[in-house]
């Protein structure tokens, strides 16, 4: 699928990504990079890194963010980033690793 094709049947169907992250700064910029260059639906939860990821993402002030104070898991950031998709009036999320394992 074309990507114009594909960016617009993810904004059509209010479609985001999602990506939890905890302590992923060599990777972390790729990632968000990546999934920008389909589209602008991201939201990161910053899972109470301790590395750079902080710094990382403020060159990304147009990602939606949520930083939270301690890590309390994968499992905890992506049902907090559901619900702040919910409440952003996403109806669909795509979830991926901030490691780059996916393309």
Partial sequence: MEKALLTQKINDLKICVL?????????LERVISGVLSYTPNVIVINDGATDSTPQILEKFNTVHQIHLPK???????????????YK???????????????F
Wanted: charged fraction near 25%; hydrophobic fraction near 25%; proline fraction near 3%.
């Fill in 19 to 27: 990506i939890p992250t905890y302590n992923n700064e060599r990777t």
């Fill in 71 to 85: 890590n309390r898991g994968k499992g905890n950031a992506l049902r907090v980033g559901f619900r702040e998709a």
């Fill in 88 to 102: 952003l009036g996403y109806q669909y999320v795509i979830t991926i690793d901030s490691d780059g394992q996916h």
